[in-house]
Structures are given as structure tokens and as C-alpha cells.
Nanobody, 121 residues
Framework: QVQLVESGGGLVQPGGSLRLSCAASGTIFRINAMGWYRQDPGKERALVAVVTSGGSTDYAESAKGRFTISRDNAKNTVYLQMNSLKPEDTAVYYC???????????????WGQGTQVTVSS
């Protein structure tokens, strides 16, 4: 019912920047929180940043001061501005949305397919 499509990943040198975008589409009544997770091989997905519909944000410790999450509610799009990238930021980044497809439907977690971010000189 809700599709998330990420873009903006790629190869960047240490210290460089990337901006990830994630657009939600489909049957959507309301998107509550949207966020970005990362996943390394053999590990569980870990929260990088999250933003609520009201604009409250939270970041992983490694992202604080370097990454900025924002959203355009009218476009159902969330962004992750990634600055001062480090090799340890290399991972697959997944977009996440907590959404209601109808006014009184339950809230479910939806995932994008992921976008690769590689930081290497």
C-alpha cells in the first residue's frame, strides 16, 4: 500500500557529502515518523535519523552534527543530508515510514529497498 523509493546514494570521498531522498507513494492517509536506517552485512538495521510529522528529530550518536534529516510533508518525502562523510558511514541506507493507509487503519512500518552509500578514497 505504501511504496518508498530511495535515491541519492553513491560513491563519495571521505569528507564529502551526499543527500539521500525517499519519496513515499501509494495509499497514504498519514505518515507519522520517517527515518533512515543503515545496515551492515551480518548486522541488524540500525537507526541513523528519524523525524516525526511534527518535525521532532533524533539521530544516532555517529550522525549527530554531521547528518540532517528533514521532510516535506506535502510531498511525503524525507531527506538525509550527509556531510563530513567517513568510511565507517559506508552501508546500505534504508528509508522507513510509519504510516496509516486509512484514517482508522493501524500504523505499519514500511521500508524502501535501500540505497548504497560508499565512502572511500
Amino acid at each position: 500500500q505504501v511504496q518508498l523509493v530511495e535515491s541519492g546514494g553513491g560513491l563519495v570521498q571521505p569528507g564529502g557529502s551526499l543527500r539521500l531522498s525517499c519519496a513515499a507513494s501509494g495509499t497514504i492517509f498519514r505518515i507519522n515518523a520517517m527515518g533512515w536506517y543503515r545496515q551492515d552485512p551480518g548486522k541488524e538495521r540500525a537507526l541513523v535519523a528519524v523525524v516525526t510529522s511534527g518535525g521532532s528529530t533524533d539521530y544516532a550518536e555517529s550522525a549527530k552534527g554531521r547528518f540532517t534529516i528533514s521532510r516535506d510533508n506535502a510531498k511525503n518525502t524525507v531527506y538525509l543530508q550527509m556531510n563530513s562523510l567517513k568510511p565507517e558511514d559506508t552501508a546500505v541506507y534504508y528509508c522507513n515510514a510509519m504510516a496509516h493507509i486509512r484514517r482508522y487503519s493501524p500504523e505499519y512500518r514500511y521500508w524502501g529497498q535501500g540505497t548504497q552509500v560508499t565512502v572511500s578514497s
